[in-house]
């Protein structure tokens, strides 16, 4: 299960090398997104797009807010 | 839809994936830095005073109103020991009797924006209300400045139709 996490959090395991991920729409990406952050909207997330990211290091889920 | 992504993740084999549920709206309210086209549009944590003076609730009205004016300023935000937002002190309640404290005169609850809201929405806002400054605050509620009127280059009457979305609630 997915664990939802705080800022402090987001900090602490970017710091240790964690990827993350903005899953809204690419428009919304390059309009503003969090540094470091990679685009992987939620529509075309599979496992070819998934592909990109390393499995041995941490994966950070965020979108525009609580949604 | 941060869930559902994390979820995915995981069907897909990652072992270790987090929810930021609180997302990116969040990280731009504690005033973090942001990439991207829009990253250079000033919003209204760029332009606000972070000199504003404050003060416990406890304290007394007589020593605020003196040090608030040897400030140069005509606001003092009223805040706990965690610098979260109690109240607000500005014109009337500063001329309050010396003698009382800070949260008897304070106005409770003002209102507040986050460090993401649009310069034109705030500006619309005190425009609205006569007012010539809001307080910035974070998701928690913490202080970070003060946008002033003045600092807004947005010309009175030729502002959009106020937006509510980066209204504080914390």
Known sequence: MPTTIQIADVQRLIAAGAQLVEVLPSNLYHDKHIPGAISLPLEQLDAKSAGHLRRDRPVITYCHDQQ | ?170
């Open chain 2, 1 to 170: 839809m941060s869930a559902r992504a994390a979820w995915r993740l995981e069907l897909l084999g990652f072992d270790r994936v987090y929810r930021y549920q609180p997302g990116k709206m969040d990280w731009m309210a504690h005033d973090l830095p942001i990439d991207g086209t829009e990253a250079n549009v000033p919003r209204s944590g760029d332009l606000a005073r972070h000199d504003l003076p404050t003060c416990g609730p406890d304290d007394r009205m007589g020593d605020i109103a003196s040090r608030v004016k040897a400030e140069g300023w005509d606001a003092c935000a009223v805040v706990n020991a965690e610098h979260v937002v109690l109240g607000l002190l500005r014109g009337a309640e500063l001329s309050a009797d010396l003698e009382m404290i800070a949260a008897r005169v304070m106005e409770p609850g003002p209102k507040t924006y986050r460090p993401y809201a649009s310069l034109q929405t705030a500006a619309g806002y005190m425009d609205q209300h006569g007012l010539n400054g809001v307080l910035i605050t974070d998701s928690d509620g913490r202080l970070i400045g003060m946008l002033r009127r003045v600092d807004v280059q947005w010309p009175q009457g030729d502002l959009p139709p106020v937006e509510t979305s980066a209204a504080g609630s914390a």
